[in-house]
């Protein structure tokens, strides 16, 4: 399907450093999108109306597939606008591809990012709104290849907040190299984007209208029979099933029909739009 088919609309708020990874994406691969803008905080009837119950941002929507976790985000924007040159090493060396799936898992996975959370809300005069700490009490139960992405998201969000680390042991004049490379990828991106068009800024109304008016990937879905989630919770496509994130925000369930389970995603379609909602096998 033509990319008009099926536009591109990004949830998310300023500041977050998940969304600043997908914004850098979109920037470097030179896809054009719109964002609908997100309260920090929970509720987000935006998303709500669309029947998601998913708490975190960002969240991608590809036409009527709406796409949850950043990871997945990027893996569903690398099949997408194929005329572009694509970011990941799949067409590198093992030795690159290794290291793009070390980074992805170090910087989630591997506590990277909650580390930098802890550096910065501990200083942060956010945690004295108690809004923000009841809302994240309940959560918290070459240049530029995917590789750079998936491993500076975090760092760039540390190294931008003032005073968050002691500068005689965490600076630029400690780690030049470091600085250096965080910085180029910025400036990249950066560029890049401002060579986009500027993304129009859609109402949460105005974006559930384009979705639910727009076209479906049109993949083939199928449930798994032989995938041991299936098995052990039986199954079955049609199925009205919940999903949500077993790390954190795990109060959040979306609910829907399943429409395909395989090792790398589940797909959902809400009840409320019959929007197909896609998500990691690792995120549930």
Same mark, same amino acid.
């Given at each position: 399907m033509s990319v008009p088919d099926r536009p591109v609309?990004?949830?998310?708020?300023?500041?977050?450093?998940?969304?600043?990874?997908?914004?850098?994406?979109?920037?470097?691969?030179?896809?054009?999108?719109?964002?609908c803008i997100q309260p920090h905080i929970l509720p987000r009837p935006d998303l709500l109306n669309l029947g998601i119950q998913y708490r975190r941002i960002p969240v991608?929507?590809?036409?009527?597939?709406?796409?949850?976790?950043?990871?997945?985000? @990027?893996?569903? /924007?690398? $099949?997408?606008?194929?005329?572009? =040159?694509r970011l990941a090493a799949? !067409?590198?060396?093992?030795?690159?591809?290794?290291?793009?799936?070390?980074?992805?898992?170090?910087?989630?996975?591997?506590?990277?990012?909650?580390?930098?959370?802890?550096?910065?809300?501990?200083?942060?005069?956010?945690?004295?709104?108690?809004?923000?700490?009841?809302?994240?009490?309940?959560?918290?139960?070459? @240049?530029?290849? /995917?590789? $750079?992405?998936?491993?500076?998201? =975090?760092?760039?969000?540390?190294? !931008?907040?003032?005073g968050a680390l002691p500068e005689d042991q965490v600076s630029a004049r400690v780690f030049p190299k470091v600085y250096a490379w965080v910085e180029r990828l910025d400036a990249a991106a950066?560029?890049?984007?401002?060579?986009?068009?500027k993304p129009q800024t859609l109402s949460g109304e105005q974006a559930a209208g384009i979705i639910s008016q727009s076209a479906f990937e049109g993949g083939v879905y199928r449930v798994q029979e032989n995938d041991e989630v299936v098995r052990s919770q039986a199954l079955e496509e049609e199925q009205l099933v919940k999903v949500?994130?077993?790390?954190?925000?795990?109060?959040h369930k979306?609910?829907?029909?399943l429409i395909g389970l395989n090792d790398d995603e589940v797909i959902v379609e809400t009840l409320e739009t019959e929007t197909l909602i896609y998500t990691q096998v690792e995120d549930i």
């Open positions: 609309i990004l949830f998310h708020y300023p500041g977050s450093p998940y969304s600043k990874k997908v914004l850098w994406y979109l920037a470097l691969r030179g896809i054009p999108y719109s964002q991608l929507s590809i036409g009527r597939d709406v796409h949850l976790d950043s990871r997945l985000i @990027l893996q569903k /924007l690398e $099949d997408f606008a194929p005329e572009k =040159p799949e !067409s590198q060396s093992p030795e690159h591809r290794l290291i793009e799936r070390l980074f992805d898992s170090l910087s989630t996975d591997g506590g990277l990012f909650r580390h930098v959370a802890c550096i910065l809300l501990a200083s942060s005069p956010i945690l004295n709104d108690p809004r923000f700490v009841q809302d994240r009490t309940e959560f918290s139960g070459e @240049l530029a290849p /995917l590789a $750079d992405i998936e491993m500076a998201w =975090p760092l760039v969000w540390l190294f !931008s907040a003032p950066n560029a890049a984007g401002n060579a986009l068009p949500w994130p077993f790390d954190s925000g795990s109060a979306t609910a829907g029909r």
